[in-house]
């Protein structure tokens, strides 16, 4: 796991490429994280009550692979994907439905049998479930940490991924699901998606209210190599 070396959110550098025109800052200069500093400096570990934790990024950052890695390291931790709390419901305006069906309740250290507003009205079987007396709640997607989640969250960290290669890998996983449809319908709804991904990011400016930025999916991964893109 990497974060920004020395602190420093602005630069340029071949690590990542972000979509263009977006006013996300770009990581330069990243250094090794590991899980239990990341959470002992959020103060997961002594906080004496359940801490919800928003891991927020881009589709295809990495952001699930995270959050499970961030919820082995801590006992009686549970993670949500917000993805079944949007389901068939909603992009992005979720917020309260997440609030008062799941972080209320894990708050007060009950268990969670939620049935989001889209599983209802298309009659998707089972239901989003959280056990009782939750050390820590990851909550796990775009949006996350979004402004009308302010008051709900207690801290937030984003994933910070090179867009051409997190489109690659997510249409792919996308595709060997079957999940949105055959590979054409995958790749449709992908660029649906990430327009209006983009301009709710650009206004939200989720960025913002992180306390830590984490390298998802690098450059790297696309097997490209080059030197810095001169700044934008």
């Not at 649906?192 to 998802?216: C, I, Y």
Request: negative net charge.
């Amino acid at each position: 796991m990497l974060s920004p070396r020395g602190g420093g959110r602005v630069g340029y550098g071949a690590f990542m490429r972000l979509p263009d025109g977006s006013t996300e800052p770009l990581i330069a200069d990243w250094a090794p994280l590991d899980p239990a500093s990341l959470l002992g400096s959020l103060g997961v570990v002594d906080r004496g009550r359940p801490m919800v934790l928003a891991v927020d990024g881009r589709s295809g950052a990495g952001k699930s692979t995270l959050a499970r890695l961030l919820a082995n390291a801590v006992p009686g931790a549970c993670c949500v994907a917000t993805d079944d709390i949007a389901w068939n419901h909603s992009m992005f305006d979720w917020a309260s439905e997440l609030v008062s069906g799941i972080i209320a309740p894990v708050r007060r250290g009950l268990p969670v049998d939620y049935r989001p507003p889209g599983w209802i009205a298309h009659d998707r079987p089972g239901a989003v479930t959280v056990p009782a007396a939750r050390t820590l709640l990851l909550v796990e997607g775009v949006g996350s940490s979004q402004r009308a989640l302010a008051g709900a969250i207690d801290a937030a960290v984003w994933v910070q991924s090179d867009a051409v290669v997190a489109r690659r890998l997510g249409i792919a996983r996308d595709i060997a699901s079957g999940v949105n449809g055959d590979p054409d319908a995958a790749i449709a709804f992908w660029d649906e998606w990430a327009a209006a991904e983009e301009k709710f990011l650009e206004r939200d400016e989720p960025w913002l209210r992180t306390s830590v930025f984490l390298a998802g999916v690098p450059r790297a991964a696309s097997g490209l190599q080059g030197s810095s893109p001169p700044p934008r």
